[in-house]
C-alpha cells in the first residue's frame, strides 16, 4: 500500500493529534463516518490497531516499511518499543521537522528529497536516513534552498527543539548531539501496543 495522500484532519480526528502528519485542529472532535459518533466500545485489538497506525501516519510510512523497523528494533536488544520510537525520530525527516525547517513531516520529507537538506557537508536526498551523533546538519548553499528554510523557520511545527539536537538559527545549521530521549517524543503513542500488535501478527 502505498503512502497515504488523501485529507489529513479526517486521520487527526480518527487517531487524535498527531503533529508529524497535520498543524490544523479539527473543528469536530469525534472520528469522522456516518457512525463517528456512536462509537462502541474498542476491543483490545483496535486499541492495538490504533496505536500502530498514529505511528505509521505521523511518521508517513507504509505497512511495510513499519514492520521492517519493528524487526531492526527488535534485534537491537533493550526495550524494543523505545527504539523503535528513536529510529523513527532519528530518521533526517522526522529530525529536519524537529528543526523546524518543515512545519510538518511530509513537507520535510519533500525538502529532504528535492536535495535542500545535506549531512556533513554532502547533499543527503533519502528521508529514511539515520541521524547518528555526531552528524552536522545543514542546509543546501544555494538561493532557493535557504528561502524554504528560512520561510519554514519563521512558523516551526514544534515550539521547542528537543535537547538531543542543537540548532544555530543563524547559519541554519544543527548538531546531533546524540539518541532522542523518550519524554521528547511529540507523539502520544502507547509503543508497548504497537509492539503486542505486531508480535501478535507474526
Request: glycine share 8%; charged share 30%.
Amino acid at each position: 500500500m502505498a503512502r497515504y495522500r488523501g485529507p489529513r484532519l479526517r486521520i487527526v480526528r480518527r487517531l487524535g493529534e498527531l503533529p508529524g502528519l497535520s498543524r490544523k485542529s479539527p473543528r469536530k472532535n469525534y472520528p469522522p463516518g456516518q457512525h463517528g459518533q456512536a462509537r462502541k466500545k474498542k476491543t483490545e485489538y483496535a486499541v492495538r490497531l490504533e496505536e500502530k497506525q498514529k505511528l505509521r501516519f505521523n511518521y508517513g510510512l507504509t505497512e511495510k516499511k513499519l514492520l521492517r523497523y519493528v524487526k531492526k528494533a527488535r534485534r537491537a536488544g533493550g526495550s524494543t518499543g523505545l527504539v523503535l520510537l528513536q529510529l523513527l525520530e532519528m530518521r533526517l525527516d522526522n529530525t529536519i521537522f524537529r528543526l523546524g525547517f518543515g512545519p510538518t513531516i511530509p513537507s520535510a520529507r519533500q525538502a529532504v528529497n528535492h536535495g535542500h537538506i545535506t549531512v556533513n557537508g554532502r547533499v543527503v536526498s533519502i528521508p529514511s536516513y539515520q541521524c547518528r551523533p555526531g552528524d552536522v546538519i545543514g542546509v543546501r548553499d544555494r538561493d532557493a534552498s535557504k528561502k524554504l528554510i528560512e520561510a519554514n523557520l519563521e512558523f516551526p511545527g514544534l515550539a521547542n527543539v528537543p535537547s538531543h539536537l542543537e540548532l544555530d538559527k543563524a547559519k541554519m545549521e544543527a548538531k546531533v548531539n546524540s539518541v532522542i530521549e523518550r519524554e521528547w517524543i511529540a507523539l502520544n503513542v502507547n509503543e508497548l501496543l504497537v509492539v503486542e500488535y505486531y508480535s501478535r501478527q507474526a
